[in-house]
């Protein structure tokens, strides 16, 4: 367990032999992942080539394609549909463009909007099997013509190279541009350079057969691949005259080579009939591997190989196929267990695996050496750089490879563990924990907890105590042969425990839920809801340069010592670390009952047991993907119809849903990158989206969005810009302003032939009591004047008769003809109020009443009244008009009859606030008394008061300083004026003395 001491990241400063570096050896120790017609890839692909916006761009038998590491979209050209077909090279230029070569005669064609247009190339040959951009921008095509091979495309238009560029004739197998910019042709059986700016092309004194292939390392070096092999040219471009270079490798296979260089210098190549190869460091004799159809390769014919801007190498082998240094390197010399492995690492870094019928030994910077067939079941950690090895009937000690002492066991042996003081301590098989005294195992059961509760595995920590773990759930901490319970609760990971390590500064138990640290008289906690990736820790490793690595459900974390610590000293502090989850082959594997599943060796190799078996870290793989990746929005999609994202998209009106499909470049684990994204307008805050590139609405409404989206590499990278989208939704008809306005225009027409009816139904209500109420009035004067007044003048006359037989100056006779003559004025009174009471048919024509009123006046008595209106007449509510009118007769007839006036003045005003109408007389005036309280048996102020109070109106009467009265009546319009009702409350509301 002391090994676990030692320093993971000492692996950057490790070198030499062997594979203490843990950089791959084999391209089979790559991850592979490959895409043909099956898994929705192309059909026979030929060339494949990265724009720089991240898309990788392939040409197939199926045509053009583009590749975002999920799904493929292909292009195609409406001008010649049959055009795609028949593409046999591809290329990219720095500008984004992309650019294809034909056969078939078909000549160049580029990929304008989406769609690919013929270049015009002037008389094509049968066949453009390459292309190339310069740093001037000059687009170098390669010809299957032997005279006239190479053609350029400058300013818009191509032209042949005349014999002045000094270019032979034959064959062109491959075009390079290196950093200097210079244009390196590789021909039949020569190599030529034409410097930049040049015009005419250099021939060099290289020994070169058909089929080859160019490609510029990371010192601006250029090699050269071909049946001969691979090797490096002598840098020509500085006067070197020799024919061949070292080192070189022998490359079976090779037709028609293909090479690039990769960012860790290792050199990758295509042929035409033996798959792919590798070169690793080939500028230090560097070993050479392949990878075949056998393999998994698409096919052994690969026609392309290219390294994309993340370390990707791509290969175009009939299917399309990826290799990815994931920084997990299996072991191949391990074999395969299907029963599972046990890991072990003595205090001298030496790792030990025991695995299905052996065990193997990995000493520091060297290859795993097996040390003999046997039946072996663990490993346990031991003293003095040894391990004890475990078979069925017995335990043997190993130092450093070799056997040395056996301690015999009845029953096999579960777990083990030498202390400090050499005491060997086992559980058996029967969960029985015992300690080997030099000649017997003493059963150490009773000093256990009493209870059900089993020794499940042994832990020996840096002082060499005994640790034992029972049943998962808490411990037993031995000092020396004394036991110290450390309960569950008291240690607090959660219902069960996963691993128990010792480290620099304590005990480390893992559980479910966390890590605690045991220290003399204290144990500190971690606890899954501060640090979520502490889910399920099972293992956990320490470095002497202050690096932890530990294995849990976020995969495989790296994080400080120092930050471990002190986040165990003040709780609930963040924890800086890097988490790598998803990578192939990450996925812990199985494990023989107990023990490690990974361990730090003497070198700095750090080990793990699987699912794909015993992998090693290549430390240079765990460093971060510092590279963004590009967010690209591929396209939004309603009503079936896609439409191109990269400017503003304006949907059909009424538009309620749509999809939006984006993506992110990140070629290298394209499964792992995440996305946020939203909806300006909609989303309030970004949406975790996960690894899903789609974003879906519904029941959007009209108007300007903006969609976002940003994206995260597999190691948390962000581009924070990501990409955007303007979508505008038109209104329909029924969402514009017109609309609804004509909706607002529809609902008052509504609202008035509603109103109107109302009113209608209102009006024939008011009219009805209205003749009801006339009816009754002229009921009322026909009773008066048939039966009172009637009755009266007959007792008028029979008096008359019998004033008659009075002498003349009789007194009596005076006194009565006085009398008479009363009754005669009171019964010419009642007449004229009978009269009124018949007269009465406004129909809220205020202005025609009082001039029929004022008609009759002026036919029946002295004295002229006049009329003056101000303002345009509006027809009244036939109540108040009518109740208006009897106030006005009232003050008419006060005017004539008690005031003995001989000119009244009748005005009445139209105002925009009320309705005022006064009556205005010359004569003597009204008594003050009379006034206040009225006339004592008349009715008049009084009537005139309570018919003012029913219609809401206010009536003044008052006197002028030289006599004259004027009576006053005002009523706000809200009441008065007829067509007003309508804006009150709702009329319907209303009862017609409202």
Known sequence: MKALLLALMA?????GAARADGEPLSISQFHHSRWDVMEGGPSLAIAVSQAPDGFLWIVSADGLSRFDGVGFDSFTSRQNPDAAAAIRSLLTTRSGGVWVGLGE???VWTLRDGELVDTHMPDPPIQVTNLAEDHDGVIWAATARLDGPLQRYVNGRWSELDPSWGLPEGWVFDLLVTRDGALWVAMMDRILVLPRGAKRFVETSAAVVAGAGLAEDSNGRVWLADRSGVRRLPDYMDGAKETRAEPAYAVSGIGRARIRFAPDGSLWGATRGDGIFRIQSPDRSGTLSRYRAADGLGSDSASDVMVDREGTVWVAAGSLDSFVSTGLVREAEIPSSPAGYRMMVDDLGRVYVTYENGVSIIRPGRAPEPLGAADFEGLCSGR????????RDRLRRVVDGRYGMSVPVELETVSCGEDRDGRLWRIDSSRTLKVWEGRAWRDMTDRLPVGKDLPWSIVVDRRGDAVILMDRRYLVKFDGLRPQVLSNAALGVGPFINSVQDGPSGLIVAGTKGL?????????????RDHPWLNYVSSISWGTNGVVWIMSRAGLVRLSAADLDRAFDLPGLSIPHVARRGLPGLQGGRRLIDGLTAALGGDGRFWFITTGGLMQVEPQGLTMNRLAPPVVIRNVTARGVSYDAGKPVVLPE??????INYSALSLRMPRLVRFRYRLEGVDRTWVEAGTRREAIYTNLGPGKHRFQVI??????????VGAGVEVEIPNTFTQTWMFYALCGLGLAGLFWVVVNLRMRVVAGRIRSKMTERLAERERIARELHDTLLQGVQGLILRLQVLVEDFPRQAPVRTALET???????IVGEARERVQNLRLVRTEGDLDTALRKLVDFRNATHQGPITIVTEGAPYPLNPIVCDEILQIVSEALFNAHRHAQASEIRVEVGYARSELIVAVADDGVGIPADVLSHGRAGHFGLSGMRERARTIGARLAVEAGADGGTTVTVRIRVRG??????LKAFPLWLRTPHD
């Open 11 to 15: 692996v950057l400063a490790v070198s």
């Open 819 to 825: 009398a008479l003559d009363d009754a005669d004025e």
């Open 105 to 107: 005669f078909g000549g």
């Open 384 to 391: 003095n750089g040894a391990v004890w090895v475990s078979t």
């Open 516 to 528: 605690a640290r045991i220290r003399p008289g204290q144990i500190q906690r971690l606890n899954v």
């Open 711 to 720: 994206a995260a590499n597999e190691d948390g990278v962000w581009n924070t």
């Open 654 to 659: 009424g538009t309620r849903n749509l999809t």
């Open 976 to 981: 008065a004026y007829f067509a007003r009702l």
